[in-house]
């Protein structure tokens, strides 16, 4: 089901800016026993979103009532569900100018759960393979961080491999620097030190990424933010990814490297991270 300003339709306008230029953002919630997680947090970001687009985002109750709509309407017997709410600049005129009168489109979807019970279940307990992808991430301090529309360097890596064995891929900056997944945030063990990369002139600060850092700081546990190149894997005692959809998934594999996983740091975050939910 699919919400296009309040209205059920998937039918969008084809001078939407969110179309024409990816001018807008976007936020992926998950949604369990009819309660979408961490729903501030996503609020939150997406007006910083905003502030940093100069996009006027739509009022928080109004998007949250046509959450509580969409998820109402919903089979009850499904436990998890997707929730997407995309904000677009909205449409009318030509050309990369756009008018500050102009009214921002919402859209909210509510989509089928992407992974079965077993398949979370055997990421968690036996960690999970990545790929090291060519396709090398843009470095715009103006866009860092945020959820934009603009996701054709996510789609060229994702499209990097086939394999279902392989569940997500690396991505780097120009400089060879390991920056995030193709969905995910990533986290390293370090000569015991849980490291994760530096996101100031590229990739996105994901909400799953927030609430491992403030946890783990509310319970005096520090986790360094720096830059960290590829070379570095063989550094590396554990690692994970992470994202609001998989929580934390231990990762054994990324190219030629293996890791002990789920290692002892990453099942305490993984626990801490059940604790503070």
Known sequence: MMLINGVETDQITAIDRG?????GLFETIAVVDGEPEFWQQHLQRLQQ?????ALSIPDAVLLQQESEQLIAAADANIHRWVLKITV?????????????AQTPTRILSLSPWPYS????????????????C?????????????KHLNRLEQVLARNEWSDPAIAEG???????????????????????????PELRLCGVVGGMRQQI???????????????????????????????????????H???????????????????????GS
Not at 88 to 99: A, E, I, L, Q
Not at 181 to 195: A, D, P
Not at 213 to 224: K, N, P, R, S
Not at 254 to 275: N, W
């Open 19 to 23: 179309l024409q230029y990816g001018d």
């Open 49 to 53: 979103g905003g502030e940093r687009l």
């Open 88 to 100: 677009t600049r909205g449409s009318g005129g030509r050309g990369y100018r756009y008018s500050e």
């Open 117 to 132: 019970e077993q398949q979370q279940s055997e990421a968690v307990t036996q960690g999970v393979m990545l790929h090291i």
């Open 134 to 146: 060519n396709t090398r991430l843009g470095e715009n301090p103006t866009l860092a961080g945020i």
């Open 170 to 196: 690396v991505v780097m900056n120009p400089q060879g620097e390991m920056v995030e997944g193709t969905m995910s945030n990533l986290f390293f063990v370090q000569n015991g030190e849980l490291v994760t």
């Open 213 to 251: 850092i403030e946890q783990l700081q509310q319970q005096g546990v520090t986790v360094a933010i720096r830059p960290i190149p590829l070379q570095q894997l063989i550094l590396t005692e554990e690692a994970f990814c992470c994202n609001s959809l998989i929580g934390i998934w231990p990762i």
């Open 253 to 275: 594999k990324i190219g030629g490297i293996s890791f002990h996983a789920p290692g002892p740091i990453t099942k305490d975050c993984i626990q801490r991270l059940k604790r």
